[in-house]
């Protein structure tokens, strides 16, 4: 179906978190929105995420009895994020966060709630917060949605349990102690009877968390304003009207279209996760091309700005964010990227090690800090195995990638190749293809210390965070358990993208900026079409959405308080990155 109007006030080109962001707000303060998306859902990687959303100094934190103030942040990034670039867009963030997450609950679908325990990654810096900055979307009920919940991105299949049920984080806990616990037992037999009644009704479950919650509440806030999304819609090019962008001229089916564009157009494309060239351009050689972000991140907000004298940012100091991540092949065939963020490398009873069998990282730290850790030990060598280790006690209680807890046979992981299984640590070390004696010197040298709870060689479980992701029930030390009993297991690992961090010069009102820092007249970028706020950095949890959310808001607002300017016959851009 093609768009039913030739003009609109604001076009906002991608349907992830920033996108839908942008176009709720705009609608929301009375403005004619389109959303073009290029696949036929919304959501983007939000809706395969875990929904973490990082605003200093809420509203919700005092609602909590939690206390933070922005010079505290401030001190924070300043340690966390040293760089001078972007410091500017950094304090529009600080000041209009809260601002955002306000209006929105206010005024659309948007409920979130406050993560009491979540500590910034970095909690020993002066100004982290032991929790509370984060935030995360409320449960959504996916029926309200009606017809178009099929048009919502389905979350991973690896995050969900029984074909189609996703539980919060809360409820997973709940889930790891059935059988240990009468209230935990009867919780688990609650949300399954739950499930079991909506799969009649749907063809997966309508109780969404996470990302696919926020994913639901902006398309619910979209739907409740009359904004039009064109699915399976490609963008060939930005209009222009004089040094102004206008409007935007999309392919859909056979037929090219012009549409004009009143106030503005909004890029929220999803970055260049997915565009072989400007990864080799961009990303250091040793990250190679595991990427955990959606396959529709493939640049095109970049170039389609590049077409009308747009800048990017590439003074980040890392050009992505990064995850540790395991690959593997589905039933149906299609490859799996399981993202390594808190469930498995932290818990006590496995280890990390490099491709000459030693340990290279502290295996607790934030998914990005621990990817860094893999960079430097690659030396530049993009296919630089490194593999997780741990034992049949550990892979039974935490489970390992996709591999869930209480598993009880491992066969088709092992048949497949995804695990790698051996009865003993010299027949595990043959098959990941390191020396046997130096992988037993390393179980040898790490067990020493965990016997009493201790890591010497990294300090493993010695922040909150760190003891945070471990297992609060395992004493003396949340992170750390000897690894023993065979049979031992290993999984091989990847540097991964989460996103990339490179993206377009904006200013503080989200507007895209040309080489000389002058702003594009009718043209604003957010999510990961806008280059990090943080120069690459991770602080903490949610620090893509956060920003996505504000300058989504920042932008909507801003196209609201914008002069009328309507286009007449505007020429078209046309450039490549």
């Known amino acids: 179906m093609m768009p039913t109007h030739e003009t609109y006030d604001v076009i906002v080109i991608g349907a992830g978190a920033g996108g839908m962001t942008a176009a709720a707000v705009a609608a929301a303060e009375g403005l004619h929105v389109l959303v073009i998306e290029k696949t036929a859902f919304v959501g983007g990687t939000t809706a395969w995420s875990e929904g973490m959303v990082w605003i200093p100094a809420n509203a919700k934190m005092k609602e909590a009895g939690l206390s933070d103030t922005i010079a505290d942040a401030v001190q924070y990034l300043s340690s966390t994020v040293p760089e001078t670039a972007n410091a500017g867009l950094r304090a529009a963030f600080l000041t209009r966060g809260a601002e955002a997450i306000a209006w929105l609950e206010a005024n659309t679908e948007v409920r979130l709630q406050s993560v009491k325990a979540c500590p910034d990654y970095y909690p020993e810096r002066l100004g982290a917060t032991s929790g509370g900055r984060v935030l995360e979307p409320a449960a959504f009920d996916g029926t309200g949605l009606g017809r178009a919940f099929a048009r919502l991105r389905p979350p991973l299949p690896e995050f969900t349990l029984f074909g189609g049920m996703m539980v919060n984080r809360p409820d997973s806990q709940h889930l790891h102690r059935v059988g240990r616990s009468l209230r935990s037992t009867m919780r688990a037999a609650r949300l399954v009877s739950a499930y079991a009644l909506q799969r009649l009704r749907s063809r997966r479950g309508t109780t969404l968390h996470l990302g696919n919650a926020l994913a639901a509440q902006l398309y619910a806030s979209l739907l409740a304003r009359q904004v039009e999304v064109l699915f399976s819609a490609d963008v060939e090019a930005l209009s222009m009207q004089g040094d102004r962008v206008s409007g935007v001229v999309i392919r859909h089916g056979s037929r090219d279209r012009p549409i004009a564009a009143r106030r503005g157009v909004v890029l929220a494309t999803g970055g260049f996760s997915h565009d072989a060239v400007l990864r080799k351009r961009y990303f250091p050689a040793a990250a190679g091309f595991v990427s955990v972000a959606h396959t529709s991140s493939t640049g095109d907000g970049l170039r389609l700005a590049a077409a009308t004298g747009a800048a990017l940012n590439t003074d980040a100091t890392s050009p992505a964010h990064w995850v540790p991540a395991s690959l593997f092949r589905r039933a149906d065939g299609s490859r799996g990227v399981f993202p390594h963020t808190v469930a498995d490398r932290a818990k006590p009873g496995v280890i990390a090690v490099n491709a000459a069998g030693r340990r290279f990282v502290n295996e607790a730290l934030s998914y990005h800090e621990f990817v860094l850790g893999m960079l430097r030990d690659g030396n530049g060598e993009p296919d630089r195995p490194f593999h997780l280790i741990c034992d049949r006690a550990f892979l039974w209680t935490y489970g390992l990638g996709r591999i869930k807890p209480f598993t009880r046979s491992y066969r088709r992981y092992v048949a497949s190749g995804e695990l790698i299984e051996a009865p003993d640590i010299a027949q595990l070390a043959g098959k990941i293809g390191v020396k046997p004696s130096v992988l037993a010197a390393t179980l040898a040298s790490y067990n020493e210390g965990a016997k009493e709870g201790r890591d010497p060689e990294f300090g493993r479980g010695s922040t909150i965070y760190q003891r945070h992701l471990g297992d609060i029930s395992h004493k003396p ?73 504000t300058f989504g808001y920042i932008a909507g607002r801003h196209l609201a308080e914008g002069a009328m300017t309507f286009a007449t016959t505007p020429a078209v851009a046309t450039t490549s990155v």
């Open 477 to 549: 030390n949340p992170c750390v358990a000897p690894i023993t009993r065979g049979p031992f297991f290993a999984m091989r690992i990847y540097p991964a993208d989460l996103g990339t961090a490179i993206g377009l010069k904006v200013d503080a009102q989200a507007r895209v900026l040309r080489a000389d820092g002058t702003p594009i007249a009718g043209l604003y970028a957010c999510g990961n079409d806008m280059g990090s706020i943080m120069n690459g950095n991770c602080p903490g949890p949610g620090i893509t959405l956060g920003p996505a959310l």
